[in-house]
């Protein structure tokens, strides 16, 4: 933990930690090879890292690409002093093609309706150089993206578009953390295919990518020409099946959690047996208790009910104070959680607890609480509330 943090306001946030983000990207790199480009994931608030503060540090290491979701993502980023090349992932809303030329932003095209937009408004804008865009091709997830029969109508299509030029074609992988199925590999397969026929059409697909976290941790073959890290980035593998092939990724990828989140104690109370605490008395102590009240609540990232944190020895959510687990006890309210300090003697207002991250040589992965919510580490990441303020640490 970085000692000392202080700022004005309400005492919770985030803690980035620059040098681990640093350590992941050079994992990555030397995990794919330097030939091979880096398009590194930055929506959702980088994972809820803060997207301004995660992407400046990547262009400092010069990765190839930031991916974003949308206009407003990138935009953000734009005004923040963000140069790096953007590819909007998810493509755009038609009127939106201005703010994509003005912003000089990479849009992905999905499907034909909206390539035929991008160059009716290019031509509108009297683009002096064509825009370059990525093709995503959808090779088994049935979300967006041109399906493989389409292909041949997306280059006739294509062949009207003087000003657009195709500079990636991609595809998004379902299931990579997956060996049990064959689901991948006939991704793999149907994109191969794709990029077969586009060259024989006379047409350069531009840089093909494909690979996501899990991919690029355990599946040298779909590496092509760049990778797309979001999760390994931050920190977190996959939960693979079978589970032996993480430990396999683990030392193949070693990786550093970037994100920490902490607050501080806002206030300690002596709590007779048979009380209760917090919304509904959910909690009830069992003894004479110490609880301390934490600058964080669901508006902050912690789930309510379900609390955040790894398990202590009992199975019990917990957050670390001086190196112990600390329970959470009743319902996380939105701006207030509750925890049992009854057994850390040394517990005091304004002391920090981590609520998930690192503290000295312990740690509470996101991804461990994710687990037992029964959800995934970037839903948990991304509802880190907009008011947690991200501090980036050595
Ligand atoms: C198109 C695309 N590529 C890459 C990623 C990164 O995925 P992961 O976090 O598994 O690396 C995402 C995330 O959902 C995505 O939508």
Not at 67 to 82: F, Q
Not at 152 to 158: D, M, N, R, W
Not at 364 to 385: C, E, K, N, Y
Request: charged content about 25%.
């Amino acid at each position: 933990m970085a000692k000392g943090i202080q700022f004005d306001g309400r005492p919770v946030w985030a803690e980035i930690s620059t040098s681990a983000l640093k350590h992941n990207l050079r994992a990555i790199r030397r995990r794919v090879g330097r030939g091979r480009k880096i398009l590194a994931i930055v929506k959702g608030n980088a994972y809820g890292h803060g997207a301004v503060e995660v992407s400046r540090v990547l262009e400092r290491e010069r990765v190839d690409l930031l991916g974003v979701t949308c206009t407003t993502e990138a935009i953000e980023l734009r005004e923040s002093g963000v140069r790096s090349p953007i590819l909007l992932l998810s493509g755009t809303w038609q009127g939106e093609e201005p703010r994509v030329f003005r912003h000089k932003l990479t849009p992905a095209v999905t499907n034909v309706a909206q390539l035929r937009n991008l160059e009716r408004a290019a031509s509108r804008a009297r683009l002096r150089r064509p825009l370059g865009f990525h093709l995503k091709v959808d090779t088994g997830m049935n979300r967006l993206g041109v399906m493989p029969e389409d292909i041949g109508k997306f280059l006739a299509a294509l062949a009207d578009c003087r000003r657009l030029k195709l500079e990636g074609t991609f595809t998004h992988f379902a299931s990579s953390e997956n060996f049990a199925s064959g689901q991948t590999e006939e991704q793999e397969r149907r994109f191969a295919t794709v990029l077969e026929r586009m060259r024989a059409a006379g047409c350069d697909p531009g840089m093909a990518h494909l690979a996501n976290s899990a991919a690029i941790a355990s599946r040298p073959s779909t590496w092509a020409d760049m990778v797309r890290p979001g999760a390994i980035l931050y920190g977190y593998h996959q939960n693979y099946d079978p589970p032996e092939k993480r430990l396999a990724a683990e030392q193949a990828l070693p990786l550093r959690l970037v994100l920490s989140l902490r607050a501080r104690i806002l206030m300690i109370r002596d709590v007779k047996r048979g009380e209760g605490v917090g919304y509904n008395a959910r909690f009830t102590a069992e003894r004479d208790s110490r609880i301390a009240i934490l600058a964080a609540g669901y508006a902050d990232g912690l789930v309510r009910h379900r609390h955040p944190g790894g398990p202590d020895a009992v199975g019990r959510r917990c957050v670390l104070l001086h190196g112990q687990c600390a329970p959470v006890v009743g319902i996380v309210s939105m701006d207030l959680a509750a925890v049992d300090v009854t057994g850390i003697p040394a517990a005091r207002v304004g002391d920090v607890v981590t609520i998930y991250g690192t503290d000295g040589k312990r740690s509470l992965p996101v991804s461990d609480a994710a687990r037992q919510m029964g959800t995934v580490t970037s839903d948990l990441l991304t509802s880190i509330g907009a008011r947690v303020r991200r501090i980036c640490v050595r």
